[in-house]
């Protein structure tokens, strides 16, 4: 597991961690569905409420495990899942570090224990509960957010649902240990509702988001849009590009020696770069970015989710379709489509760029 430290300048303040929780929605701003991009752009513009960050990740195979953000300070985990790179589940792992409300009363922070009666009172005793053996603890599981107790293995019994006792009056041994004490929430996860497994999946996308937006590329040089029903190629003109994509978020020009009389626009949300010759006006390469961590440009633009399509010369038979998504290829010619931006001359064929 690698990882990247981000560290903020400014000194944290306690009143800035007071949050709103949104079950099945989010808490603190942070909203399950969000993207990497936006949520790493939300960070760093709080850095008096998350002055240090990491975000961990596996180099060796980016797809095969999830793309974690931690707050280390207050105990914050934002999981991604790793293929369309948006928020999944978020993690209150510090409960007492932070104040949370949820409809406007207190649910944890530092004068509010996450007891189980607390819980119960706020919530409601809806849900009978599940007892994790592996975990030693208890979950409390609501519509899209579940509240995590540790149990003490002597008393893991009045948590199964074979106990006779939990069954007759699981609610009443639940809030009170025969100890006198009584279980306090050691994490706090908010997750799409109906899912409360941790590997759940993120929430659906709304049918009008252009985000993670399927596209072909072409090694010939040309990128289908099957969902706007149009393609553009190295004839395109920079007319024809803002008609089918709409204005750029960005432009530029290469400043990269070697580059010289090439200008670029920027669909940061699509995760693609068009570069155009100056003299003709036409496109000239395109660069599919793959936001992979660790990657210079991680965090810059969103994912572009691309199946690349080798051809053969003059409209031959295709010989192979390769996807960004999948964990055999998505690394290698991921990254390599990323690579394209910086003038990787292998690079630039993979990301269907001009020779």
């Not at 569905?33 to 990491?54: H, N, W, Y």
């Amino acid at each position: 597991i690698h990882f990247i430290h981000i560290q903020n300048t400014l000194k944290p303040t306690m009143a800035a961690f007071k949050w709103d929780l949104g079950p099945g929605a989010g808490v603190g701003g942070i909203t399950l569905g969000a993207t990497i991009q936006d949520v790493i752009q939300l960070l760093q513009k709080s850095p008096d409420a998350f002055p240090s960050i990491e975000i961990k990740f596996c180099a060796e195979d980016v797809l095969s495990m999830d793309i974690l953000i931690e707050v280390p300070l207050i105990g914050l985990n934002i999981i991604f899942d790793s293929q369309e790179q948006r928020v999944r589940l978020i993690e209150l792992y510090k409960p007492q570090s932070v104040s949370v409300d949820y409809c406007g009363i207190a649910c944890c922070g530092p004068k509010a224990l996450p007891t189980l009666p607390s819980v119960y009172h706020q919530l409601g005793p809806t849900t009978p509960g599940q007892y994790k053996d592996d975990e030693q603890a208890f979950w409390l599981v609501y519509p899209g957010v579940t509240f995590v107790f540790p149990i003490p293995r002597h008393y893991a019994h009045m948590f199964r649902p074979d106990s006779t006792a939990g069954a007759k009056d699981g609610c009443q041994l639940a809030l009170l240990l025969p100890d006198g004490s009584t279980p306090v929430a050691s994490r706090i996860r908010v997750h799409p509702v109906g899912d409360s497994s941790l590997h759940c999946r993120p929430p659906p996308l709304p049918p009008s988001s252009p985000y993670f937006e399927p596209i072909t590329a072409f090694s010939t040089g040309a990128l289908e849009f099957p969902a706007r029903s149009c393609r553009l190629d190295f004839a395109s003109t920079p007319q024809d590009v803002v008609g089918l994509l709409g204005s750029p978020s960005g432009t530029m020009r290469t400043p990269e020696a070697g580059m010289c009389g090439q200008y670029v626009f920027s669909y940061h949300e699509l995760g693609i770069d068009v570069l155009f010759d100056e003299r003709r006006h036409c496109v000239c390469k395109f660069v599919l970015h793959s936001n992979n961590p660790g990657h210079a440009d991680f965090g810059d633009y969103c994912k572009c989710n691309f199946r690349l399509r080798l051809q053969k010369p003059h409209g031959a038979a295709c010989d192979s379709d390769v996807e960004a998504g999948t964990r055999a290829s998505g690394q290698a010619h991921g990254q390599a489509a990323a690579a394209a931006a910086s003038g990787g001359a292998p690079a630039a064929a993979a990301a269907a760029a001009a020779a």
